[in-house]
Structures are given as C-alpha cells and as structure tokens.
C-alpha cells in the first residue's frame, strides 16, 4: 500500500527474523529494534495515514490505515488513528506482533476472561510516543485504547495476520458479551466472502 525504501527495508527485515526464528517470542525479540528504529523516524509516515476516518469500523472517528500485506494474509502494517478522547472497542486481535505508539500519548485497559461470560479489567498501562510491546495471544490480547494526548495519537500495528479484514471479537466490558468484529481498513476493502 505505502511503497517506500524505509517501509520495504522494514519490512525485509521482519521476514527475515521470522523466517531465522523458531518461536513467536523469538521473532518478536529479533525484531524489536527494527520496530523501535521505525517508531523513531517521523519522516516515514505520510499525513494521510495519521488522518482519523469519521465513517470508520471502529467508531468514534478512528481510522485503521492499511500500510503493507502479505499477499498470504501472513503478516499486515497498519496506523491506527485514535481522535483525542475517543477509544477503540474492547476487541481482540488474535494474531502476535508488535504494537507501539508512534505519536500521541495513549491509556490501555487490557482485559482477561473472567469465566464464561464475564470480562476483568486486568490492567491499566499509558503509552506515550515510542513506547511499543510485543503481543503474544491469548496473553493480553483483549484491550481496548484510548488517547489521552490534546493531539491525536498514532500507533503502529505489526501482526501476523490481516488484522483489518479477519474476523475477530468485540466485547461489552460490562456485560461480557461478545460480537463478531471486522474493522476493516479505511484505504482498502476486504474481501466479500471473508463476511
Ligand atoms: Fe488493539
């Protein structure tokens, strides 16, 4: 989608700590400080992929900005885009990677699975710019995020699915109900039959 020397450099990179790794974990590690040299560079990064999307999957205005796909549906890159004050949907990714905040200062609830049908607020962390984490589910993998900066924040998805075009959950933290959910991507459509 955003064919650039840094994001094909990036992206090289990954393939290759995932092709030399033996275990999610392990790639995860090899690929930590091309992710971190990428959260540093603020030249990479068009605006238009920092823009927020008002009709958007998400809701309040959240834009999900497809960057890079594996043809495979192997691995995806994505911006999401979190307005001031608004927050993403309680909701899963059920893929491993790395998300980290490339601008804009962020609150994350992650949630666990209290029993059938019941969700607990498990965890309260802020992120602010540069800050990422490596997500191996089922560990951590139910959240939602919220920005917290006067500006909008950025942050910067690497996961090893097509986190914007499969479908995954969205949760009533309440009542502990659960939704099927496919955000989708707002620059790119997902296939039909995938619904
Ligand atoms: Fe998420």
Redesign the pocket.
């Known amino acids: 989608m955003l064919d650039t020397a840094v994001l094909r450099r990036f992206i090289g990179d990954v393939r290759a700590a995932i092709a030399a790794a033996h275990t999610p974990a392990e790639a995860c590690a090899r690929i930590r400080p091309h992710f971190a040299e990428l959260l540093a560079d603020e030249r990479w990064l068009p605006r238009a992929y920092q823009e927020p999307a008002p009709e958007s999957g998400m809701g309040g205005g959240i834009g999900q900005w497809l960057l890079y796909r594996a043809g495979d549906g192997s691995l995806s890159l994505f911006s999401l885009v979190v307005p001031p004050g608004a927050q993403?949907p309680v909701?899963d990714?059920l893929a491993w990677g790395l998300v980290g905040l490339y601008r804009g200062t962020q609150d994350e609830e992650i949630y666990s699975t209290a029993g059938e049908r019941s969700l607990e607020l498990r965890e309260r962390r802020a992120l602010t710019t540069g800050d990422f984490y490596v997500l191996i589910p089922p560990q951590d993998d139910i959240?939602r995020?919220r920005t917290t900066s006067a500006e909008t924040s950025v942050s910067i998805h690497l996961l090893t699915n097509d986190t914007g075009c499969v479908w995954r959950h969205a949760y009533d933290p309440e009542s502990g109900h659960v939704r099927p959910f496919r955000s989708g991507y707002v620059n790119v459509a997902c296939e039909e039959e995938a619904g």
């Open positions: 993403t909701h990714h959240h995020v």
